[in-house]
């Protein structure tokens, strides 16, 4: 009977100790998982802004482009009819306009989304 009591006290001790080592391995995973996610927000909130420098620049490329295929074809537009010359110009500038516009626009956008 004494052997008995031992043995269930010796049971409820390693229950004891192991509930233990399980909480201490718990709290030390629940850090873990804490960290993990902190820096998994972190650097997605690094790919986040990442992707605004991108778009910012993908933006300012197409800008320049069309800017430059509208002027390229006002020079032709021009060359074939010297005489319609201020029809196209006023035309390429407005429509110029409005391509920086949209540029200015989007460069502006993905500035605000970078914080």
Request: glycine share 10%; aromatic share 4%.
């Amino acid at each position: 009977m004494q052997l008995r009591v031992i043995n269930n006290l010796g049971a409820v001790a390693v229950t004891f100790l192991s509930n233990k080592i399980i909480q201490r391995v718990y709290k030390q995973l629940i850090k873990r998982i804490r960290t993990m996610i902190i820096t998994t927000l972190l650097a997605a909130e690094g790919l986040a802004q990442l992707g605004c420098g991108i778009g910012a620049g993908i933006a300012t490329i197409g800008a320049g482009l069309g800017i430059g295929r509208i002027g390229s074809s006002a020079m032709d537009a021009i060359a074939r009819q010297p005489e319609a010359t201020n029809k196209i110009q006023t035309n390429m500038i407005v429509t110029a306009s409005f391509i920086e516009g949209c540029a200015l626009f989007a460069i502006a956008a993905c500035a605000f989304l970078i914080k």
